[in-house]
Every structure is written in structure tokens, then in C-alpha cells.
């Protein structure tokens, strides 16, 4: 069957700004498998959408967009890693924006790794429900479960997620004992979206890397999730985080869509935050 690329995803990869690349990788996901399908149902879904984006008001079809495709990957974790570490670094290198579709969320770790190689001051964005502060999970270092952990230990301490409601009580204590900054949804609701965005570019000024992971949104609008979480993000909140944020972002990816668990609406919304992104980024620059 002939495989869609990413709806607008028109240039070579030499002339491109953006680079779409996806990692059908879910091994590590512990609760519903199914995210490595994701990349390629969000380009499925990416066509409902037309070219002009009416909120940010630019043409995605004006814009320089490559999808390099889904990426190697191997059967286990830390082979993965290793396989898409070396294309995350040339996309980098090369003075793009990459752009991953997930699969898993540990997947993320080379990409943020890559960006802070070549941006020392670069902070990191996370939207997610659960903490992922686990130092490891069913006896693996790289499991899903422990990618906010790794960042901030490994990467960088510029560090503020938003939307989290999950974690365990030794999770919450590593957060207050190194006074990790995390907006919960309950802040989110409480404080208002603008509040959290406000606060965010006064704590992070130089580049970011923007993650989300899926589940930070409700299940009410995505329910095809690896590990859904009631009390969650609204699609609109999460957006406001992409136009605060967009000026500086140089990495981004969006993670943990399990597909088979809808009629197509979690990819879809997926492919309109990704393309959201695209555009409040383009319009920036
Ligand atoms: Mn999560
Ligand atoms: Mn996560």
C-alpha cells in the first residue's frame, strides 16, 4: 500500500525548514501498545485539513516542510535510540527543525540530546499527564515512564512541564525535592492557560524543545491514548502552549497516540497540533 507523507510536506530535505520524521516504536509501553501506528495515522488524518490556517493565518503549503518517513528502528529501546540518535543529530546539524511522531515518549531523548549539542542554553517543555519521573520502570532506564527524569538529570535543569496529574508519591517528592517546575491540569484550570504561558516565558528565554505527549489532553477529546488520564488539557490550552512558545522552539515532537482505540479522532487531532505548530512557528520566524 502506498504510504501518505505528511499533508503539505512539499520541499527536498535540502531547501526544508521542518523535517517530519516518524518512530514506530512502542515496546516499551506498558498499558496499551499501539503508538508505533501513530506517525502514519496522523499523516493519514493530516489531509482533512485545508492548506490556509485561518489562526495563524499563513499557508502550510507556502511553507518549507520535508517528511523524511519513519525511521530504522530495532526491537528494543536502547538499540532504537541509538539507531535514531544519529538522524536526529543531521537534521539538527543541518539547521532544521525536527519534527518527531511517536511512538513512545522515551523516544524523545535523542532528539532533545541533539538539540542541546548545538543550543547549550536550551530549555525543555513538557505537556504530559504523568510525571515520567521514575529513575526506571519494569527493570528498563529508557522506558517511557522515566523520559522527564532523564531530561532533567542528563540534559537540562531549564525544566517546566504542564498538565500533569499522575505520578507516584516518590515522583511528587523527587519534583518538590529538587524543585522541579510542574504546572499540574489543576493549575492549568485554576490559573488559566494565559497565566502558565506567561509564567513559562519569564522562567525560559533561550531555545526550547517542546514534547507532548498526547495524554495531556482529556480523554473526552483523546481517547486513543497509551495510558489515558481523566482531568485533563483542553485541545485549545494546548495550542496556547504551541503559540507562546513557537518563536523559540527548535525541536518538537508529539508522542503516545495509540490509534486502534478510536475511529481515527486522537490522530486526527494529533495532525492539527502538529500542523498548528508548523504554522505559529513559520509566521515567527
Ligand atoms: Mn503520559
Ligand atoms: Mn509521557
Redesign the pocket.
Known sequence: MHKAIFADANSDYDNAKYVICGVPFDNTSCFRRGSKDAPQEMRNNSYNFEKYNSFFDIDLQDISIHDAGDLDVADNVDDTLEIISSRARKYVIDGKIPIMLGGE?SLTMPFVKACKERYDDLGFVVL???M?MRDEYEGKKNS??CISRHVFEDVTKDYVSIGIR?GTRDEYEYVRENDIKVFSSEDVFSMGIEAVTHEIRERISGPVYLSI????IDPAYAPA???P?PYGMTPREVRDVIACLAPKIVGFDLV?IAPAYDSGGTALLGAKLVRDFIAASAKAL
Do not use: K, N, V
Not at 505527549?213 to 495531556?216: E, Y
Open positions: 515518549h504530559d499527564a504523568h515520567d517511557h515512564a499522575s505527549d498526547m495524554d495531556a491514548l497509551g495510558t488520564e503516545e
